[in-house]
């Protein structure tokens, strides 16, 4: 079931409308764009972004707030097809470490309206050469911001959307998104490593 949030959390910074909120906040926690608060408003897109060391490799998180007119299904899977083919690793080097997942991309899409929305967001996150692509819809003239269910969401997502409601308040303790994701690479390493062993002594006895 989706949230629907209505009133300004209280751990929140001042300011009801989700959208400052979470700018606000972005800016706090380390992450730039090279646009200006102007450009938002005039051409109802900006970019934040921050680079992340994960492990062994650099990663990074993008949070890309877009304007849309009116909201449907084909608008969200158009965007999150659209979205992921600009992130998703292309060079040989970036694919073979894409098992760590290293860029995160946010899909902010803000509604007009005084309606509430109900989409099913964790059908539309989607994880492809490296890259996880997850959507959130607000709505500021109603206060309203719909999450995918994070419960509903693959381990390696989990996460990340409770990260986002960090910053925008919903939870109290920061979550560090990236730890399942470092773990599973670990995991993988020590069983690639054990497969080649075991190759190794095979050949060395016969």
Do not use: C
């Not at 934040?48 to 304007?67: H, L």
């Amino acid at each position: 079931m989706q949230e629907l949030k209505a009133e300004k959390p209280l751990e929140s910074p001042a300011g009801t409308d989700p959208v400052t909120r979470l700018i606000a906040r972005l800016r706090d926690e380390g992450f730039t764009t090279e646009q200006s608060e102007d450009e938002w408003r005039d051409f109802g897109e900006i970019i934040f972004r921050r680079d992340e060391k994960i492990s062994v490799v650099r990663g990074e998180t993008v949070v890309i707030f877009t304007a849309v007119p009116e909201l449907s299904e084909r608008i969200l899977r158009q965007t999150s097809e659209s979205v992921v083919n600009t992130y998703k690793a292309k060079s040989t080097g970036e694919k073979a470490m894409s098992v760590m997942q290293s860029t995160t991309v946010y899909h902010v899409l803000v509604a007009p309206g005084d309606q509430p929305h109900n989409e099913l967001l964790v059908r539309y996150i989607t994880r492809a050469g490296g890259a996880t692509f997850i959507p959130i819809i607000i709505v500021p003239e109603i206060n309203q911001v719909v999450y995918p269910d994070a419960e509903e969401a693959v381990t390696s997502v989990r996460p990340r959307v409770r990260y986002l409601q960090y910053l925008l308040g919903e939870r109290r303790d920061s979550v560090d998104m990236h730890r399942q994701t470092i773990q599973a690479f670990y995991v993988s390493a020590v069983v690639i490593a054990m497969l080649l062993i075991a190759v190794i002594l095979s050949l060395v006895i016969h």
